[in-house]
């Protein structure tokens, strides 16, 4: 049997034109790179710092599998009834420092189950320093 190759590029090629250029596949993008794109999304513009920190903080605990909601995001990681999350965002209110302090918390409950997440860690730094900044407010 002989194979002329070509003949199978010849193919190839009407094939391409035919169904259009093949796309690329684009690389899998951590979820690093994943929030910070949904982050630059303008109507997050207008949000707050630490409101900022909650969506974030939403965007990556969704995309790790632990919430499905914004209910279960404002019950379970806030600590408050399920609409608080989607208040602070509609009303562009700051969230409270025991909301924030909540989050923290379950993220590192979180984060020390499992191999110390380099994205986890951040978010908890990132969560005290905003508490930190709003605490030293009133001094």
């Known amino acids: 049997m002989i194979i002329d190759i ?10 391409k034109k035919y169904f259009g250029e093949e796309q690329k596949v684009s690389p899998q ?12 999304n303008p109507q997050y ?18 995309k790790l599998g632990y919430i499905k909601t914004q209910y279960e995001f404002s019950e379970q990681f806030l600590g ?14 700051h969230p409270s420092l025991d909301a924030i302090h909540h ?12 191999n110390k997440l380099k994205h986890l860690d951040n978010l908890y730094e990132e969560g005290q320093n905003l508490i930190t900044k709003r605490l030293l407010k009133y001094f």
């Open 45 to 62: 513009c207008q949000q707050e710092l630490d409101a900022k920190f909650l969506i974030k903080c939403f965007k990556y605990l969704k």
């Open 103 to 114: 989050l923290i918390t379950g993220i590192s409950q979180i984060n020390d189950g499992l």
């Open 6 to 15: 070509d003949k199978i590029t010849s193919d190839i090629e009407e094939l």
């Open 29 to 40: 993008k951590t979820i690093d790179q994943e929030v910070n794109e949904e982050m630059d």
């Open 80 to 93: 408050k009834n399920k609409y608080y999350f989607g208040m602070i965002l509609s009303e562009q209110r």
